[in-house]
């Protein structure tokens, strides 16, 4: 991670993680990172990103393709901690501007 651009690749995903706490426990920051996906705390949840093949493991539920927010199931374990965890789409599948290429 931290390539980069890397943020605007369909196999890279964003995430908003909004918490019952804030800052967000420390439990649920090392919930995502000991599944390979950074995390960085905000005032009322957390913003986690990793690799795509990370969060379909972490989830059971596959996120190709995405061209709207897509709502993930919060897993049990965060479940005192969490209140929702919503995946960003995909630039340039929602209809707005996609990430710019050279020609």
């Given at each position: ?38 995390v ?61 290429h050279?020609?």
């Open positions: 991670m931290g390539r980069a651009g890397e943020g605007s690749e369909p196999d890279f995903v964003e995430a908003w993680v909004e918490t019952a706490a804030a800052p967000p426990p420390d439990s649920v920051v090392e919930w995502f990172t000991s599944r390979g996906m950074s960085v705390p905000a005032r009322v949840g957390a913003f986690a990103s990793g690799p795509q093949n990370a969060f379909e493991a972490a989830f059971g539920k596959p996120l190709a393709g995405r061209a709207a927010a897509l709502s993930l199931p919060v897993p049990a374990e965060l479940q005192d901690d969490v209140r929702s965890i919503t995946v960003a789409p995909i630039p340039g599948l929602h209809g707005g501007p996609g990430p710019a050279p020609s």
